[in-house]
């Protein structure tokens, strides 16, 4: 009997640790079968990371380029420099002459008008200026030795359609009608410059691929179009409602 307790000892003792160990398994495989059979998840990518996409060539595929990508202000030609410059210039005498609008004359659709007109060139007269200083040129095509002239030979202070001081003195005096008129007429020639100014722009070889500065010059070129219209209707309708 007494040779008999150690080996029941041992085997009480030996069956605990068996069923500790079991359960400890058990527990263990519980964690670890999920794990293990569970479809494993597509890591995620970084959203932060910026992603460049380079358009592919008609028929062709676009390509994904890596995060460090820059892009490259395209090229440009002497001649862009100089429409935007001179535009600028430009606009700012239309800018000047819708400012006179308010305090000589009361006719609604001829404010409404120019509204849209000082609107809209201002807007452009910032893009242009936000152009020329992207590529490091001045906002003022003033040359050495040619204080008075751009390279087309276009007086600085003249550019196609634009009123002369004369012009611009008369506009100020007129006051109703007569401003009207002046106002209409001299719009219509203004408008007319820009449309040359543009078209001098495409015909010069190699200006206007810059995809911005082509957009800008479309878009001047068909607002303007509308807009020369409206006025010659305007202009129009005037010796009927005189008659009244």
């Known amino acids: 009997m ?7 000892n041992f085997f009480l003792f030996h069956s605990k640790h068996m069923l500790r160990s079991a359960s400890g398994s058990i527990a263990l495989s519980a964690m670890l079968l999920p794990a293990l059979f569970s479809p494993a998840r597509p890591q995620q990518k970084d959203s932060s990371a910026p992603v460049v996409v380079q358009p592919g060539a008609p028929g062709k595929p676009s390509k994904t ?11 440009r030609s002497q001649a862009d420099v100089e429409f935007m410059q001179g535009m600028i210039m430009h606009h700012q005498q239309a800018v000047q002459m819708t400012a006179l ?7 609604k659709d001829l404010r409404s008008l120019g509204a849209r007109i000082s609107s809209s060139q201002s807007g452009e007269i910032k893009f242009m200026q936000r152009w020329l200083a992207a590529r490091g040129e001045p906002i003022s095509m003033a040359m050495p030795g040619m204080p008075d002239m751009d390279r087309s030979g276009h007086p600085m202070s003249l550019m196609p359609g634009m009123l002369t001081p004369e012009q611009m003195e008369s506009l ?8 009207d008129h002046l106002f209409l007429t001299g719009m219509i020639q203004h408008h007319n410059g820009a449309l040359i100014m543009v078209k001098d722009l495409f015909d010069t070889a190699g200006a206007g691929q810059d995809a911005d500065l082509f957009n800008f010059a479309t878009d001047a ?20 409602e005189e008659k009244r």
Not at 2 to 8: D, G, I, N, W, Y
Not at 172 to 179: P, V
Not at 225 to 234: D, F, G, N, V
């Open 2 to 8: 007494v040779s008999c307790l150690p080996q029941r």
């Open 172 to 179: 100020r005096k007129a006051k109703g009608a007569e401003f």
């Open 101 to 107: 609008i308010a305090a000589h004359t009361g006719n």
């Open 65 to 75: 380029l890596p995060p460090s990508t820059k892009g490259a202000i395209p090229p």
């Open 221 to 240: 070129d068909n607002t303007q179009r509308a807009e020369i219209k409206i006025m010659q209707s305007m202009l129009d309708q005037k010796p009927s």
